[in-house]
Structure formats: C-alpha cells, structure tokens
C-alpha cells in the first residue's frame, strides 16, 4: 500500500470489509456508553442510599452531589488510558487495543453488578465502587480513539465524517439500550424489588454485550494506514514523546472543541433525569421513556453530522450543533420547569440536534488533526482532557448551581460559556476536511 492509496481515503475496499469495520467500531463504542449511562442513570435516582447510605440520610443534596462527582472519578483516568492504549496503538495496532480495552470495560461494568451495598459491608462498599469506576475510565480513555480511527482510516473517498460518525453514534445507541432497559426494568418490578435487587440486571447484562462485540471485533481487519506504517517500518519508537514535542497545540484545541458538547451530553445522560424525578417530581418512568426517545433524535442527527461535514466541512457543522445549544439552553429549561412530560421531551430532542452536528464530525476532525504515527494518542488525549473538563463533573457542577442559585437557568449559561469555549477551539483548529491521513502527510496539508 503506498502512501498515495491512503491519502485517496484508504485504497479500495469491499463492502463487506466496510460493514465488518463499521460494526466493529459501533459495537464498542455502544457497549462502553451502555457502562457508562446505566451507572450515570442509576447514580441519579438510586446508587446513592444504595452506597452512600449514611450521607443520603443526614444530608440527600450533599449524598446527590457527591453521587454525581462518581460520575467524574472515572474521567480523571481517562488521560492514562488515553497514554497507555494510544501509545500501545500506536506501536501495535488498533485492532489489539480495541480489543483489550472491550474486554476491561465489560468486566469492571459486570463487577458492580455484583458489589455488596453499604448495609452487607459498610465503608468497602463506595470504596470498591470507586476502584471498579477507575477501571471502567482508565480502559475507555483508549475505546474511542481506536474505534475512531479503525472508522476514518478505512473511509472511502470522501465519506471520513459519515464512517467517523459510526463511533460516535454509539452514545445514543448507549444511551437506548440503558434508559430503555431501565424503562422496563421500573415498569414490570416494584420498586422495592429494583432497589433490592433489579438495579444489577443492567450492569450483568453487560457480559452478554461483551461477547457479541468481542466476536464482531474479531473479524475487523487492521486500519490500513497503520499497515502502511508497519510495512515502512515508519513508526516512532516513542509516540508519545513525538506528540508532544510536535503536536501538544492539536492537542489542547481538541481538547477545547469537546467540552461544550460534552457537558450538554452529560446534563440528558445523568442531570435531568435526577432534575426531572427528585426536583420536579416527576414521574421516573414517563422521564426514562422520553430520555429514551430523544436518544434517537441524538442518533439520526450524529449521523446527519458525519455526512454534513463532508459536504460543508467540520468547522462549519461544529459551529452550527454549538450554537444550536447556546440558543436552546434557556428556553429548554423553561421547557423543563414546566413539568409537562410533552415539554420535557421536546426540549430534550431539540437539544439532541445541536448535540449530534457538534458531534457527528468529531472522530474525521480530529483524525485529520494528526499525523499517522502519532494519530492515535493524540486523539485519545485530547478526548479524555475534553471530557475530564467538559462531561466528567457536569452534572455535579450543574447540581450544585441549582442548589445554590434556586435558578435552572443558571445551569443553562454555564453550558453556553462551555459552547462559547469550544467554538473558539475549532475556530483554533480550521478547517481539516480533505487533509491526507497517509504516513508521508504533513498534518496540515490539504488535498
């Protein structure tokens, strides 16, 4: 393969190959936003007197706060599975990380399904929660800069922002099977029997999603760029200092570009839902019903977003999805308040557009960000930093506004100043659409 065949889009490929890649970059994406919702979901209405129990009974605001902040444990791992997997990947391959990091995120998720609660063994239960939490975060900091670039690197001629947008829809997708699976598990069981013992169902099931992706993964050849890179024995023997001696810039602007779509993210994953049943009272099976259908409006408008910024660019369809949310946040939480349940999920869907377009292009971007042999970290890392200072305490930060503010708008305009920071970082960034992805490219060039 010749650096001009990867640059032309990765060469021809069959369409076989092309749906084996896509699955394979979608089912690992799905399965490590599935581990993650069904805790952020859970930590909203029911971890805390599971795990926290002393707390939840002297003080449930300070118990729901510091349930959230568990939320963002996870993330400050992220960096170093970021380093680990991207610097193995980088040297390695993608294929293997994939795999490996599949496989860690399955089982941590599997284990908390199996935790005692703090009434069987009092302290050791928030603090093997914790540990098992770390691990979930350390091994997805490397699930999505893989799966990202197995995507584009295998993309055809200009469709990198439509393959890229597969990884990316594997958060609604997530997102579906945790709040639908949560849905039913509170409408067919009392609720004496999901605090006892419903609640595990989801994080066991788990295992079975483990299985299924780990056979597709299986059958995903290596992306063609780093077979290029293996070929011309090109690689560096240390990645990660390459990055950061050349690329530290690439990395701080991706890390910008997440945050504001990040922390929106996070406010539908986890905060309105506790928003919605504790606050407004609200009834929690009509509100996981309708988080469950504006997850679909997050889906189709992700792949819109992929597929527009292959016409139009990254910059512009970014900038379009932020300011989209910058325009909707104080109206949708006028929406909210009205604890109308149509309200409720129209507002939630509304924001799922400016959530997919500032989303959907997000895997093709920062692929064309970096050079090949240092692609991998580089994305990784600027990932886990944008979703340690964007998504990872959220729904904490937004709690604590409302409670101190007694004013939901509040929380609104922190999501707009997030909005404004990352607008500026792809304004930083420019255009990459068209950028040739190959060993001998420069990261800057254009085709």
């Known amino acids: 393969m010749t650096a001009s065949t990867v640059d032309s889009e990765a060469g021809p490929s069959t369409r076989q190959e ?149 990884p990316q829809i594997g958060v609604p997708i997530g997102m579906i099977l945790a709040t639908g699976l949560l849905y039913f598990l509170n409408t067919s069981m009392s609720r004496e029997d999901f605090a006892s013992w419903g609640w595990r169902v989801p994080f066991l099931l788990s295992v079975l999603l483990i299985v299924v992706g780990y056979l597709i993964r299986r059958a995903v050849d290596e992306s063609p760029v780093f077979k290029e890179l293996a070929q011309r024995k090109a690689e560096s023997k240390a990645p990660l200092g390459e990055l950061f001696r050349h690329n530290t810039k690439e990395v701080v602007f991706s890390a910008l570009i997440f945050i504001g779509n990040n922390a929106a993210g996070y406010l539908l994953i986890a905060f309105f839902i506790s928003y919605a049943t504790k606050t407004l009272k609200m009834e929690t099976p009509q509100v996981l019903l309708a988080t469950t259908l504006a997850s679909f409006g997050w889906l189709i408008f ?24 910058f325009v909707w946040m104080i109206p949708m939480f006028a929406l909210i308040d009205t604890a109308n349940i149509w309200l409720y999920g129209l507002a939630l869907f509304v924001l799922t557009i400016g959530l997919g377009l500032s989303y959907g292009p997000m895997s093709a971007m920062y692929a064309e960000m970096f050079p090949a042999n240092v692609r991998y970290s580089g994305i990784s890392i600027g990932y886990a930093l944008g979703a340690i200072l964007g998504g990872a305490f959220a729904a904490t930060i937004a709690e604590s506004l409302l ?24 304004l930083l960034a420019k255009e990459t659409k068209g950028r040739p992805l190959g060993v001998n490219a420069p990261a800057s060039a254009a085709q």
Not at 303 to 324: C, E, H, P, Q, V
């Open 302 to 325: 992700t792949l819109f977003g992929g597929w527009l910024s292959d016409k139009i660019g990254r910059a512009k369809t970014f900038l379009t999805g932020y300011a989209i949310i």
């Open 403 to 426: 409670q101190s503010t007694k004013w939901s708008g509040s929380v609104g305009i922190y999501i707009m100043v997030l909005c404004v920071i990352s607008s500026v970082g792809v």
């Open 18 to 166: 092309e749906r084996r890649v896509l699955a394979g970059t979608l089912v690992g994406t799905t399965i490590e936003w599935y581990d993650f919702f069904i805790f952020a979901q859970l930590t909203a209405t029911l971890l805390s007197p599971l795990f926290l129990t002393p707390l939840q009974q002297s003080s449930p605001g300070l118990a729901q706060i510091l349930s959230f902040a568990l939320i963002g444990i996870s993330f400050l791992f992220r960096p170093l599975g970021a380093i680990v997997a991207g610097h193995l990947g980088d040297r390695l391959g993608r294929k293997s990380m994939l795999v490996f990091t599949l496989v860690t995120m399955g089982a941590a998720t599997a284990l908390i399904g199996m935790l005692p609660t703090y009434a069987t063994i009092g302290a050791w239960a928030p603090i093997l929660l914790i540990t098992l939490r770390v691990i979930q975060g350390f091994s997805a900091g490397g699930e999505w800069g893989g799966a990202a670039l197995m995507a584009v690197e295998h993309a055809p001629k200009g469709k990198r922002g439509f393959f890229g947008a597969y």
